[in-house]
Nanobody, 121 residues
């Protein structure tokens, strides 16, 4: 099938930067898009950014201008560069791959386990 793994989370000071990476692996046939989500304790999960294979990007207003999503299609990897971090950015960050694996017919969203980002003031 398809596995998704995030990495790069940690503790950072307010105003600092952090880069997350996400790699999809397995019997991947195609990935149409990848996206980053986050969920803080007691809060609803929100989508932060997405990117298609062609490079089209979308951002949530809360991170626009501070976060940048990018993708290395050859490596099935997406990145999230996070700058000017704020305490309210503290959350578990998840990556998804809209993918189809070899031998299947339908696309599906595959989720990683998440990586913790904590921003201290």
């Amino acid at each position: 099938q398809v596995q998704v793994v995030e990495a790069g989370g940690g503790l950072v000071q307010a105003g600092g930067s952090l880069r997350l990476n996400c790699t999809a692996s397995g019997r991947i046939y195609r990935i149409r898009a990848m996206a980053w989500y986050r969920q803080a304790p007691g809060k609803q999960r929100e989508v932060l950014a997405s990117i298609t294979t062609e490079g089209t990007t979308n951002y949530a207003d809360s991170v626009k201008g501070r976060f940048t999503i990018s993708r290395d299609n050859a490596k099935n990897t997406a990145y999230l560069q996070m700058n000017t971090l704020k305490p309210e950015d503290t959350a578990v960050y998840y990556c998804t791959a809209d993918a189809i694996y070899s031998g299947s017919y339908y696309y599906a969203d595959y989720w990683g386990q998440g990586t913790q980002v904590t921003v201290s003031s």
